[in-house]
C-alpha cells in the first residue's frame, strides 16, 4: 500500500508560481514512477508531468517551459514547481504513484489550483 498526500495548491495571478508537493508513504520501494495528473471542472483528467525512479521526466504540451517536476532528496517525496501560470492551468491537481508490475496503483486527495486572469 501507498498513501499520497498533495500540498502547495492555492490561489494566484496569472504570471505567478506556485509550487506544489507530493509526499509518498508505505511501499515507496515498489514506485516505479510518479506522476503529476491534473483534472478541470467538466475536463477529463490530464497528464502534466511524470518521473520515472530514475530521473527521466515528461511533459504535457501544454505545460513544457513553465512546469518542472523534481524529486526530493528523500525518495518519498515529489514536486512540481510552476511558473508562468495562466487560468487555463486552474484545476485539481493529483498525485499518481505507478509500482514495478504495473499494478496496484495510488492516487492522492488532490489539491486545488486556482489561477486568476
Known amino acids: 500500500q501507498v498513501q499520497l498526500v498533495e500540498s502547495g495548491g492555492g490561489l494566484v495571478q496569472a504570471g505567478g508560481s506556485l509550487r506544489l508537493s507530493c509526499t509518498a508513504s508505505?511501499?515507496?520501494?515498489?514506485?516505479?514512477?510518479l506522476t503529476w495528473y491534473r483534472q478541470a471542472p467538466g475536463k477529463q483528467r490530464e497528464l502534466v508531468a511524470s518521473?520515472?525512479?530514475?530521473?527521466?521526466?515528461n511533459y504535457a504540451d501544454s505545460v513544457k517551459g513553465r512546469f518542472t517536476i523534481s524529486k526530493g532528496n528523500t525518495k518519498n517525496t515529489m514536486f512540481l514547481e510552476m511558473n508562468t501560470l495562466e487560468p487555463e492551468d486552474t484545476a485539481l491537481y493529483f498525485c499518481?504513484?505507478?509500482?514495478?508490475?504495473?499494478?496496484?496503483?495510488?492516487w492522492g486527495q488532490g489539491t486545488q489550483v486556482t489561477v486568476s486572469s
Open positions: 499518481y504513484a505507478r509500482p514495478w508490475g504495473g499494478s496496484p496503483t495510488y
Open positions: 508505505g511501499s515507496i520501494f515498489n514506485i516505479a514512477d
Open positions: 518521473i520515472t525512479r530514475t530521473g527521466i521526466t
